[in-house]
């Protein structure tokens, strides 16, 4: 078989696999289709494909077509980076500040803590720690990959919820804009590489000023015409970030993040999200997937993926409870939000590939930490779900 003709294999093993899994399955409740999909993406990996079916692991992802697959996934990623820096609610959260900044800063802080913690005890042994990372840079990465919140996935939850549009939703809306801020300035700090800061700060330099002038062009363009000028400044801002070593992603998220959501249809919007996680998005699961390895074996990667879990799960809630406390929330309210910020598919493991991709972190690190991001993120629905249930029911009460 040829190569296109492989990578059209590849191509429908992609799409079949979790989709019969999500739908024979039902596991909506609990896992919705993208969660089954970066899952498929790791069990098509080597670590399991692979080790069980070599042969037919290495016919099918072979060097041309992994090639292909990546670039693919590459530009999908750079596409939804792009999108969530869009809907950054920046404005709602200087509005909302005090609200906000205690939310976000204690929702994002106790896990970083906690799972600075957990990376601490992993530095101390051989194949966690990547081979370019000093211990504060793999401590502060695995750490901030504890705290993530998925922004566009919260997004995707929070409508089967039918909270969105809610003002809770919004809320929650303005403390995972706040905590993506943090994430990709935190990254920024992680990748600062001292013997290319020149080119690093005359990057951001040239993008402040480049962003000046290309606020000023689309406010005076039509709706669009915006579109086709917002995806030619997405790859320019990625390709002066990857030459400055600050990596591609950075830049995707730099040039969504001074976009102004209003000025693009909400409904367009919604739907190129849509699209793109229903076109594109499942080869950047797969080409996730084939990077998981097992090489330190199972019991290690299970006992800190149960470990990260803990300090994720545990550092999340009680982060939005010290913060209900402050605000005076109701208790049932701060484990609403605690439990839907858990929320960390997507923007998680976009980040611990670029870790990876640094050698921050190893493929065993990156194997555990994505297992924990999917862990988390299929306890977002089940759990928040009785809750939210238990708090119109209140509301109705009062009423």
Known sequence: MSDSEIFLVAMVIIFTAPYLVWRLGRTEHFAPLVVVQITTGILLGPGALGAAFPRYYAFVFNPGVTQALNGIAWWAVMGFVWIAGIELDLAGVWRHRRDSGITAGLALGTPLLLGSAVALVMAQFGGWMGPNAATWQFVFGVGMASAVTALPILILFMEKLEILRAPVGQRILRYASLDDVAIWG?????????????????FLLCFAL?????????????????????LIWLPLCGLGADWSGLHFMVGAFLSGAVMDSHWFDQKQMDGLRQNVLLLLMPVFFLSTGLRTTW??????????????????????????????????????????????LQTKALIMIIFVNILLDKGVITSTTFTA??????????????????LLKRLKALASETV
């Open 210 to 230: 480049a962003a000046w002038g290309f606020r000023r062009l689309m406010v005076r363009l039509g709706e669009r015409d915006r579109w086709y000028v917002g």
């Open 295 to 340: 090489t330190m074996g199972g019991a290690a990667v299970a006992l800190a993926t149960a470990g990260l879990l803990i300090a994720s799960v545990a550092g999340k809630l009680a982060g939005t409870s010290l913060a209900g406390r402050l605000l005076g929330w109701p208790k049932l309210e701060s484990r609403l939000i605690g439990w839907l």
């Open 186 to 202: 935190v990254l920024a700090l992680i990748l600062m590489d001292w013997h290319r800061i020149g080119r690093q700060l005359a």
């Open 369 to 386: 930490l994505l297992l924990m991001a999917v862990g988390s993120t299929m306890l977002t629905v089940p759990m928040a779900t009785p």
